[in-house]
């Protein structure tokens, strides 16, 4: 079984920076961190950036040009660069992952985001 953990999160105002890192431990032969989604309160969980095994990358059109999804294949780790954080990237951001073998997915505890005015 894997565990995925996120951490990074925080209080920032708008304007600043903030990275974000998803740490799958456990076995993770054969497993895939795919990327970052992200929930604000009262709305569906979304789409924030993506990352193959090959290290293409797809962003979300709300923050492309201000997040860059990144990996470390030999630490487990994704990482999301997150610049010019806007009050509306606030939500609690999750990472999600998959054995390629399998069809279910895997998903952190999620971190906390707040951005400030």
């Known amino acids: 079984q894997v565990q995925l953990v996120e951490s990074g999160g925080g209080l920032v105002q708008a304007g600043g920076s903030l990275r974000l890192s998803c740490v799958a431990s456990?076995?993770?032969?054969?497993?895939?961190?795919i990327g970052w989604y992200r929930q604000a309160p009262g709305k569906q969980r979304e789409l924030v950036a993506t990352i193959d095994s090959g290290g293409r990358t797809n962003t979300a059109d709300s923050v492309k040009g201000r997040f860059t999804i990144s990996r470390d294949n030999a630490k487990n780790t994704v990482y999301l660069e997150m610049n010019s954080l806007k009050p509306e990237d606030t939500a609690v951001y999750y990472c999600?992952?998959?054995?390629?073998?399998?069809?279910?997915?895997?998903w952190g505890q999620g971190t906390q985001v707040t951005v400030s005015f």
């Open positions: 999600k992952g998959r054995y390629i073998w399998a069809l279910s997915n895997f």
């Open positions: 456990g076995d993770t032969r054969s497993f895939n961190i």
